[in-house]
């Protein structure tokens, strides 16, 4: 069983910051990759920011360049620092576990969100 807790979510400004966190646990071994995505009311989810677990990142175009996503692989923990916040930021998001390999996928596990909410 793979659990994965999300913290880090809020209200901002526009033009803020705020880091989310996420710290997998369980059954979670081999990790391809670890990410965000998110999820905006009447939208479909969207990725966000990937990173395998050979260093390999993967960003949305809408967020490259103000999102920066990291992995603390003796934690078992993906962050997700998010800078200049857009009020089209505001989603909940989502911790994302793959585990396997590229050719050999083991299972694809969600956390339960953390809602950023971006005002202008």
């Known amino acids: 069983q793979v659990q994965l807790v999300e913290s880090g979510g809020g209200l901002v400004q526009a033009g803020g910051s705020l880091r989310l966190s996420c710290v997998a646990s369980?059954?979670?071994?081999?990790?391809?990759?670890m990410g965000w995505y998110r999820q905006a009311p009447g939208k479909q989810r969207e990725l966000v920011a990937t990173?395998?677990?050979?260093?390999?990142?993967n960003y949305a175009d809408s967020v490259n360049g103000r999102f920066t996503i990291s992995r603390d692989n003796t934690k078992n923990t993906v962050y997700l620092q998010m800078n200049s916040l857009k009020p089209e930021d505001t989603a909940v998001y989502y911790c994302?576990?793959?585990?396997?390999?590229?050719?050999?996928?083991?299972?694809?596990?969600w956390g339960r969100g953390t809602q950023v909410t971006v005002s202008s």
């Open positions: 994302n576990l793959e585990r396997g390999t590229r050719t050999f996928p083991l299972g694809d596990y």
């Open positions: 990173e395998t677990t050979s260093g390999n990142t």
């Open positions: 369980g059954t979670i071994f081999p990790i391809y990759a």
